[in-house]
């Protein structure tokens, strides 16, 4: 079956600008994840959503990163007045449930360059 | 705070060698220890995830091992082949409940190139 899909893969962006980031998880996952992978680092996680809700979004680094899955599928995560250090991969991962063991699949990432 | 650390960043090894890629873990309550592999400019691939409960798990050339109580995990790869170049990364999933619960905390990774 199709796995985790991102789109778009590239967004060049100027700095002040609004950009919006989609994720399509695997079908019948209701788990969805949202990582950020800087240059030669792992990836450091955004925020995660058990079906339609955000259930933690401990890792939003401020208020201008917001993310929605409003009917539990697609989710698309927004950022406002971009910055410079916004520029990384954005990668989108799913799984069955977000309890016990549940095992990450993560789709091929956009990457973000603010400009 | 879950800390994970791969030694070493970078590794160059000859084709048909075996080969052990480290991760360790800062906090041992974990619920499970997962290994991705990265191809340049792409997502992770899932390759192996242990659960607590278990030593170690198998899949082909690989076998990862983890040992909760000194905070380790291993992946040995049997002859190494080429198309084995990657970045390989770990991550742990936090054992307890609550904020932080669902996410994974990766490391750095470890840069394996194959040479043939």
């Known amino acids: 079956g199709a796995g985790v899909s991102q789109t778009p893969s590239n967004k060049v962006t100027e700095k002040g600008k609004y950009v919006e980031l989609r994720c399509d998880p695997i079908?019948?996952?209701?788990?969805l994840y949202w990582y950020r992978q800087s240059l030669g680092q792992g990836p450091e996680f955004l925020i995660y959503?058990?079906?339609?809700?955000?259930?933690?979004d401990s890792g939003l680094p401020n208020d201008r990163f917001f993310a929605v899955r409003p009917e539990g599928s697609v989710s698309t995560l927004k950022i406002q007045r971009t910055e410079r250090g916004d520029s990384a991969v954005y990668l989108c991962?799913?799984?069955?449930?977000?309890?016990?063991?549940?095992?990450?699949?993560f789709g091929p990432g956009t990457r973000l360059t603010v400009t | 705070k879950q800390e994970v650390t791969q030694i070493p960043a970078a590794l160059s090894v000859p084709e048909g060698e075996n080969l052990v890629l480290n991760c360790s873990f800062t906090d041992s309550a974990i619920y499970n220890l997962q290994w991705f592999r990265q191809d340049p400019g792409k997502g992770l691939t899932s390759l192996l995830l242990i659960q607590s409960s278990q030593r170690e798990q198998t899949s082909g050339r690989l076998n990862a091992s983890l040992d909760k109580s000194s905070g380790r995990s291993t992946l040995y790869i049997a002859a190494s082949q080429p198309g084995d170049s990657a970045t390989y990364l770990c991550a742990a999933k936090p054992s307890y409940s609550g904020a932080g619960s669902y996410q994974l905390t990766f490391g750095k990774g470890t840069k394996l190139s194959v040479i043939p």
């Open positions: 959503f058990q079906g339609t809700g955000a259930a933690d």
């Open positions: 079908s019948g996952h209701t788990a």
């Open positions: 991962a799913s799984s069955l449930t977000g309890q016990g063991v549940n095992e990450q699949y």
